[in-house]
């Protein structure tokens, strides 16, 4: 893509990028993890942002710099909003939002489900995006009005959400926050909900979790104190893929830990009362 910005891109050109992006700093992710996990220790490069359970890593960090250095080279004049601290303004009303490693404590662990997510917005509203799952391979990708697909060992396949049509059936994803209080009252949240679905699944991954969505893996998905690199990517496949989702947008609400929430279309009525009627549609502070 050349460097000049004469004209808006449009959101197949940003999809095109967010999964250049992605894969590349994929295999970035994915070399440092096998180099450490030979060489030394994952936790010789960790640290901790809010809590002494929330954890940042040298990779995360390296991952998010390569991303940040090759936007600022093809698209210079862009915004750019960072998991691990990028945040730079933009002229074009083209912003780029990064999560370098989705899912890091399962990086840590070793658990298959830690993704990179890169996803794209115009004046506001996000229009493309790419999730890699570092583990597999497995690459989502989507732009506004072109469907959601992903490649998965070389077949490029289009995501449809499911048909699920019963919340009581309905398998949920969630995620949990890492202060402790929230947890608290998730854990209230979660034993009004638990008992009227199939069941809740807890995958670790905010952006995978709306990727499974997206391909019918699980039917709903809900989760507070998330943040735009959390669900920006994800919320475009999920969309494309035919889910209904409700989500702050490119603002920030994860510091009063408003709820991100998303279902297969003929579930989501549903299952939005049925959140409502357990208090999950608001969020935990404020």
């Not at 996990?37 to 929330?54: E, F, L, M, P, W």
């Not at 954890?55 to 210079?76: F, H, M, W, Y």
């Not at 915004?79 to 083209?94: L, R």
């Not at 399962?106 to 890169?118: D, I, K, R, T």
Request: charged share 20%; net charge negative.
């Amino acid at each position: 893509m050349p460097k000049t910005q004469s004209t808006t891109p449009s959101p197949e050109e940003l999809k095109d990028l967010c999964v250049q992006l992605a894969r590349e700093a994929a295999a970035l992710v994915a070399h440092q993890r096998d180099f450490l996990s030979r060489h030394g220790s994952i936790a010789q490069v960790t640290s901790t942002k809010s809590s002494a359970v929330d954890p940042v890593t040298a990779v995360d960090k390296a991952s998010e710099a390569q991303i940040v250095r090759q936007l600022r080279q093809l698209r210079p004049d862009d915004g750019i909003v960072g998991e691990e601290g990028a945040n730079v303004a933009g002229s074009t009303g083209v912003s780029w939002v990064v999560d370098p490693i989705d899912g890091t404590v399962n990086f840590l662990y070793g658990l298959p489900a830690y993704a990179v997510s890169v996803g794209a917005a115009i004046n506001g509203q996000f229009v493309a995006g790419c999730v890699v799952n570092v583990a597999n391979g497995d690459c989502y990708f989507a732009a506004a009005g072109a469907g959601a697909w992903v490649e998965r060992e070389g077949e490029t396949v289009q995501l449809r959400a499911s048909r699920a049509d019963d919340t009581a059936t309905s398998l949920v994803a969630t995620g949990f926050a890492y202060d402790s209080a929230w947890r608290a009252k998730q854990a209230v949240l979660l034993q009004r909900i638990l008992p009227r679905v199939r069941d809740i699944r807890r995958f670790g991954s905010a952006a995978l979790d709306l990727c499974h969505l997206a391909e019918g893996r699980v039917d709903a998905y809900y989760e507070h104190g998330t943040h735009p690199w959390d669900y920006a990517a994800g919320a475009v496949i999920a969309a494309e893929a035919g889910a209904t989702i409700q989500h702050p947008g490119l603002e920030d609400q994860g510091a009063i830990a408003a709820p991100v929430i998303a279902a297969a279309p003929r579930v989501w009525d549903s299952f939005v009362d049925l959140l409502e009627s357990s208090g999950a549609t608001q969020p935990m502070e404020g």
